[in-house]
């Protein structure tokens, strides 16, 4: 099966803290993939570098078959990404940020309306289209942040946290959009600490831990018998689980 995206031996260090540690991972084509860890396990790092956010000290990333930093233009063509915590253009309407997005990747202004209209309706948003962004809620500004990565009609989504602080209304539009768009033969990669979510959604699922992956595969196979919340702490919990002590003081 051909791979949306494959990364090979992704290293990345930050001083003496070894962020990435040589990961390896292969995304199938119109899987929706899950990646789960820790915070500060390597998540948000690996996936920056697999997009093109953030240069790699080793390894390569190929979004279908494209070099993300020998041929970035041909890969980034072929990716729409929402970032955890990505920055916005606080004094445009989210009509304005779609259309200058949508101009700046080459779209046609014709084509970049009829998108942009259709995606502040599917997301709910099109009494927001004439709000200034400086004024959306956190589930606004992920939806909008998700419309920027539809616009161009990537093949592939990478979405790093995209439901962190997002009210349920929001995050049930979220999620409708993004099955649509697997139904429709996308891929997308979504990295979560929320084992749940990643359950009620993903196919697939990789487990990273201290910059590795230590553990990748159909969902079904990586868990078991067990809920994922269960082997990810088999697998990256441990010991790190067990009660160290008592707050006696909080007794009553």
């Known amino acids: ?9 992704l290293g990345k260090r930050f001083g003496d803290k070894v962020a990435v540690d040589g990961i390896d991972l292969a995304v199938p084509q119109g899987s929706f993939f899950g990646l789960v860890g820790q915070n500060g396990a390597g998540k948000t790092t690996t996936l920056a570098m697999a997009v093109g956010l953030l240069r790699p000290d080793r390894g390569t990333a190929r979004i279908f078959g494209a070099d993300v930093w020998a041929d970035p233009r041909r890969a980034k063509a072929l990716v729409g990404v929402l ?13 304005e940020v779609l259309t200058y997005l949508g101009l700046l990747r080459g779209l046609p202004k014709d084509v970049v309306a009829e998108r942009a209209a259709e995606l502040l309706t599917v997301l709910e948003l099109d009494d927001a289209g004439s709000t200034l962004v400086i004024e959306y809620s956190t589930g606004m500004r992920k939806k909008i942040g998700l419309a920027t990565a539809l616009l161009h009609a990537p093949r592939l989504l990478v979405l790093d946290e995209p439901f962190e602080a997002v009210d349920p209304v929001s995050a049930a539009a979220i999620k409708t959009m993004l099955r649509g768009f697997v139904a429709g033969g ?27 992956v230590v553990a990748a595969g159909a969902l079904d196979e990586v868990r078991g018998a067990r809920s994922l919340e269960e082997t990810f702490v088999g697998l990256v919990g441990g010991e790190r689980t067990a009660v160290k002590g008592e707050l006696s003081w909080l007794s009553r």
């Open 186 to 212: 996308g891929s997308v990669v979504l990295s979560s600490h929320v084992m749940a979510l990643v359950e009620q959604l993903c196919d697939h699922v990789a487990v990273v831990d201290k910059g590795k």
């Open 83 to 95: 970032p955890d915590g990505l920055a916005m253009p606080e004094r445009l309407t989210g009509r």
């Open 1 to 9: 099966m051909r791979q949306a995206l494959e990364i090979c031996g």
